[in-house]
């Protein structure tokens, strides 16, 4: 193979690479908003996953600071453990606020509505990273390896099947430009679930997508029910 040819391809293998920092910042924001619910959230519990979470995310950053170009087996575990221990405090943040909700005269009902938005950004984040991590191989995978080494694909993108549409359109899809999700899409997949509570664009294909899917619309679900009719009993 040429040297010009390999050079082209190392470029483009550079610029499949996801960039570390909107994954990190999110995990940011997350954590942040978890630590800021009401002290009758399990201040304990709180600290802990804080704790926890931080010091998973530390070495795995180290690993790959910048863009995700090389994985260890257990940076990607350490990956997989920190967004375990996220996705299930929310969901405890989750039981707890539906519980507090339900408490009939409860005098942190004001409170809760903030708690309420917390959770809800939380349950958004949370399974975007999920997603993320899940959806053929992880990040890393998605960085480096060739696309016929990649797992079966657990979410469909609309750039998966645009390679027969417009020219505008079809030169970034994925067969044109060897395009590759990144986290944005991601989290913009599980916004518009948790939302729309059904992806209006990108698709689940696999069992465990579509459970998680349905998790994840669920409990925005519950979230925003809640939320309406404690605003509501507060109105009146």
């Not at 960039?19 to 009401?38: D, E, F, K, N, S």
Request: aromatic share 8%; proline share 6%.
């Amino acid at each position: 193979m040429a040297p010009s040819t390999n050079a082209a391809r190392r470029a483009n293998d550079h610029d499949r690479a996801e960039h570390r920092w909107p994954a990190v910042g999110a995990i940011l924001v997350a954590l942040t908003l978890y630590a800021l619910l009401p002290s009758s959230f399990l201040p304990a519990l709180r600290i802990g996953v804080i704790v926890v979470c931080v010091l998973l995310l530390i070495p795995v950053v180290v690993v790959n600071p910048v863009r995700f170009t090389r994985q260890t087996r257990w940076s990607r575990r350490a990956s997989i453990v920190g967004t375990a221990v996220l996705v299930v405090a929310n969901h405890v943040a989750l039981v707890q606020l539906v519980m507090q909700l339900l408490t009939p005269d409860n005098p942190e009902a004001g409170t809760l509505l903030l708690a309420a938005t917390q959770v809800w950004i939380t349950h958004v984040i949370v399974y975007a990273l999920v997603f993320w991590e899940m959806d053929r191989g992880g990040p890393v995978m998605r960085s480096t390896a060739k696309r016929e080494d990649f797992p079966d694909a657990d979410i469909r993108f609309p750039q998966d099947e645009d390679h027969d549409a417009v020219l505008e359109v079809a030169r970034s899809s994925s067969s044109s430009s060897n395009w590759t999700p990144s986290f944005v899409d991601y989290a913009y997949f599980a916004l518009t679930n948790t939302m729309a509570f059904s992806p209006p664009d990108a698709m689940a294909l696999t069992p465990r997508a579509k459970i998680l899917t349905g998790l994840q619309a669920l409990g925005g679900y519950v979230i925003l029910v809640l939320v309406i009719a404690r605003s509501v009993s507060l109105l009146g």
